[in-house]
C-alpha cells in the first residue's frame, strides 16, 4: 500500500499505539512518520507530502488545531484527510474541530478496533489506485 501517513501525538505510547494500528492495516511502517507537537510535525509536513494525518488535539508547542488550520491553508493538504485523536470529547469541541477542518475525530481512551474502523474506508481509497 502506497499511503504516507503522519501520527502527531505528544505520548509517545499513544504514537506507538497508532503507528502499531496502521501497520496491522496494511500501511509499511517505513511510509510512517511520526511527531511528538504540531510545530515539529508541521515542518515534516511541509518538507515531505503525506496522505493521511493523525493528530492528537492538546499537545506542547502548537495543538492540533493550530496544526489542522495551518495545514488547511497550504494547498498540498486542503483535501488531505486528517483524523483527531484527543480527550476532548464535547460536543463544541468536536463543532471546533470539524469547523477546522477534521475529518474525523476519535476520542481517547480508543480500541484498535475504533481506530480501524475510521483508517480503513481512507485506506480504500488509496488500495484502488
Known amino acids: 500500500m502506497n499511503i504516507k501517513v503522519m501520527v502527531v501525538d505528544d505520548s509517545s505510547t499513544m504514537r506507538r499505539i497508532i503507528i502499531n494500528v496502521l501497520i496491522q492495516l496494511g500501511v509499511p511502517q517505513e511510509n510512517i512518520a511520526d511527531a511528538p507537537d504540531g510545530l515539529d510535525a508541521l515542518g515534516k509536513l511541509k518538507s515531505n507530502t503525506y496522505d493521511l494525518i493523525l493528530t492528537d488535539w492538546n499537545m506542547p508547542k502548537m495543538d492540533g488545531l493550530h496544526l489542522v488550520q495551518n495545514l488547511r491553508h497550504l494547498p498540498k493538504y486542503k483535501n488531505t484527510p486528517i483524523l483527531m485523536i484527543t480527550t476532548e470529547g464535547g460536543k463544541s469541541e468536536v463543532i471546533e474541530a470539524l469547523k477546522s477542518g477534521i475529518n474525523n475525530y476519535i476520542v481517547k481512551p480508543f480500541s ?13 481509497k488509496f488500495e484502488q489506485h
Open 112 to 124: 484498535p478496533e475504533t481506530l480501524k474502523a475510521k483508517i480503513e474506508p481512507i485506506l480504500k
